[in-house]
Structure formats: C-alpha cells, structure tokens
C-alpha cells in the first residue's frame, strides 16, 4: 500500500522531501515528514538505481524549501513591536497550491496525509512559541497572526484592550466623548496616557449614560476604555490613573482591565441619575410648587438639539423626585431624579414642546439653564456612589455669592 502510494507520487514529478512525507503523515506521526520523505526517496533510489533530488517540487513550490525561512523572519519582524502571550497563527495558501494538492488526493488518496496548510501552521505554532515565549490560544488569543502564502504578507490582529473604571468630570464645557467639533473631552482626557503606553490605533469611550458638555458629573460614572489594535498590554494601571487625574479636569479611579462581555453589562444598566440644575427664569416664579407635576411620566422626543445625530424617537420615562431651592425670585436650584434615558436641559427648558411636561412649561415662564450637574446613580435602589459632598458644598455656596437676591434662608421643599 505504501510502496505502490510511494511510486505513484514520485512518477508524477519532481517533489521535496516534505511533501512525499506529508502524504504519511499519519503513519508513525513522531517521524516528521522531511525523514518520512528521505527514508521513501532512498529506498527508490536503491531499487531504481537513480536518486530523487528535493527541489522544484511541483506541489509546493518550495515553499518548505526556500521560503520558510523567509516567512519566519517575516513574521518575526511583524510581531516583534507587540507584547503578547498568547497567539493563534493563520495560514492562506494561495488557490494554486490547493488545487494541486487535491489533484494529487485524486490520483493516489490522503487517508496517511495531512494538508499543507495544517503542516506550515503547525510549523509557524513551533516558531512562535519558541521565539516569543508565547502559548497557543485558540479561544481568545492576545494576537492573531495570518500569514498570506500567495501575497507574501503578514498581518497581525492584537486583541483589543478594556479597561474598567469610574470617572468624575469637574470641569464644564467639556463634551464626553470625542467628535470633530471638539479636541478635548473626556475621552481624550482618559484615553491619552492609555494610548500613548499602548500604541493602540484607536480608542473607545463607552459609558454608563452620558452627560452633557456643559454638566459636570459629580458621581462616579463606570466606563470601560477600549483600546484597538494594542502593542503593548501589560503596565501599570495605577500609574495611569495618576496621570489622567493631574489633567485637574477628570479624576479616574478602579481602574481595571476587563473584558467585552463587560460593556454589554454596562449599557444594559438601567438605573435612575440624580441631577442638581440651577435655573434662571424669564418672570419671577409666582408657585413653585406647581413643579411637583412633573413627578410621574414624561414624554420626551428625542431633543431638537441632537436630532441631527440621534434618531427621532418618543421616550416615556419616570421623573421620580424633585427638590428645589429659590436663590431668588427668578431663579432657582431644582435637584431632579429621573429614569435614565431622558435628556436632562429639556426636563427643563420643554423643548418647544416635544418634552412635556416641564418645569418651563409648569410654571409658565421661559427657563434658562445657569448650571447643571450630575450628582448620582441610583441603581436598582442603591446610591452607586455619593458626590464629592465637599465639592456640591462649593458649588452651592458658589451659586449664593453669584445670585443677585438676597437669601433669607435655603429650604429644601421635596416631593417624592
Ligand atoms: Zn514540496
């Protein structure tokens, strides 16, 4: 069976010795192949008193031969800026070599065979492990190498980077997350000393909810940064957090690597957030307490300001408290907690009517927002995390010096 197998593939053509011996594969399998090969090739040589040479094999082209040697340097100069260890390596042949392969499989069988493809991976595998100190992965690989047999190329896929964490915003006028309009945000503020260590090709901001450029967040918001196309993934995260919180603008903290899975837990959050808004109304405020309507249902159309980029939908959503403080007859401190979802200035301002109802619209005079900040997370009934009280006591006394009016006192009115 093997004999006649044997002399079959060698009245075909000129083949290498691995080939010959890929077609064996599965016969003694610790023997490798070229041996398997030579072994055959010297017994023919014997019985048909000619030698079979190892070159110009017509099934792959020397690709074991000669240009091994050239992938492997390939491959090593690709992977040598990453940090890694775990890999999964990937083989394309080109059409060619496959259709010859097969060809052969008609004429003489496969069932002692292996494909090429399977033999340079595995050939690829032993290289990498032994040259980077890295272990084959196949599940969740920190890279994933290809290499193009027919192109003669290299392309290396690094796993993408997350990190978890909490972050308070402290300064105003800073957007979220990065777009055209705006350098720096919060994004790029968390982003940058990530990046810079990383080498990443791009970044990715995702959040629980969002705020507005204007708010400051005073609660810890969790996030998860992901960083795509990472070279480097081992370093020190503590080191990370204490250059992102010199920026004076953004304080980070628990930051932690984690995975994908993550983010889908994040978003799915559902949760209440608690915001504190100081108002400036165009008429003095005859009743406020007219405002505590606006406990229940909203009804919110996406707001004329983001229509743009955000689709237009109707939202319906709990406003569940409300607080307020009156600085002075035209202006007031509310302290608003709502479902999340809901865009917090229109709460406010009524959006010409597409959120209703309003606090604008309740007290029939046109609301000017002065200031607006996130103060909590509720979620599922637990407070995520306090604000910064020393930070709310600042701000409050900040918002008495500015109010012209004089304050008799600060009563808090509630209605839950
Ligand atoms: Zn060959």
Redesign the pocket.
């Known amino acids: 069976m093997i004999y006649e197998k044997a002399q079959k593939i060698l009245a075909i053509g000129n083949?290498?010795d691995?080939?010959?011996g890929r077609q064996f594969a599965r016969i003694l399998p610790r023997i490798p192949c070229e041996e398997k090969g030579r072994i055959i090739k010297k017994f023919f040589a014997l019985e048909a008193g000619k030698s079979y040479g190892n070159d110009k094999?017509w099934?792959?082209?020397?690709?074991?031969?000669n240009d091994l040697k050239k992938i492997r340097s390939a491959i090593k100069k690709k992977l040598k800026p990453y940090e890694f260890k775990t890999f999964l390596v990937g083989v394309r042949l080109s059409d060619e070599i496959v259709i010859r392969e097969e060809s052969l499989w008609e004429k003489v069988g496969n069932e002692f065979a292996v494909d090429i493809k399977y033999d340079i991976r595995q050939e690829l595998e032993k290289f990498i492990t032994e040259n980077f100190n890295a272990k084959l992965n196949k599940e969740n690989p920190d890279v994933n190498v290809i290499y193009d047999i027919g192109k003669y190329d290299v392309t290396v896929h690094s796993r993408p980077l997350f990190i978890k964490g909490e972050y308070k915003k402290f300064a105003r006028g800073l957007a979220q997350t990065r777009s055209e309009k705006y350098r720096q945000t919060v994004q790029s503020i968390i982003a940058k000393p990530v990046v810079k260590v990383t080498r990443g090709s791009e970044d990715v901001l995702h959040t629980v909810g969002r705020e507005e450029k204007n708010a400051r967040c005073l609660v810890w918001r969790p996030f998860v940064l992901e960083i795509k196309n990472p070279k480097k993934r081992y370093f020190d995260l503590k080191k990370i957090a204490r250059e992102i919180n010199k920026s004076g603008k953004v304080r980070v903290r628990k930051l932690a690597p984690t995975t994908k899975d993550f983010i889908v837990d994040l978003k799915a959050k559902k949760y209440y957030k608690k915001f504190r808004v100081v108002v400036e109304f165009e008429n003095p405020v005859r009743d406020v307490r007219r405002v505590e309507k606006l406990v229940g249902l909203i009804r919110q159309q996406t707001p004329l300001r983001v229509l743009g980029v955000r689709p237009e939908r109707v939202r319906h959503k709990k406003v569940k408290s409300i607080k307020w403080k009156r600085i002075n007859n035209k202006r007031y401190q509310f302290e608003i907690t709502c479902e999340s979802g809901l865009y917090l200035q229109e709460i406010i301002t009524g959006d010409s009517g597409r959120t209703k109802p309003s606090v604008s619209e309740l007290l029939g005079s046109k609301a000017k927002i002065v200031e607006i900040d996130l103060t909590d997370l509720i979620f599922e009934g637990e407070s995520y995390g306090k604000s910064d009280e020393r930070i709310q006591k600042r701000n409050e006394e900040k918002t008495v010096k500015k109010s012209k009016g004089k304050i008799q006192h600060f009563k808090i009115h509630e209605k839950v």
């Open positions: 083949i290498c691995r080939c010959l094999c099934l792959c082209n020397g690709l074991f031969l």
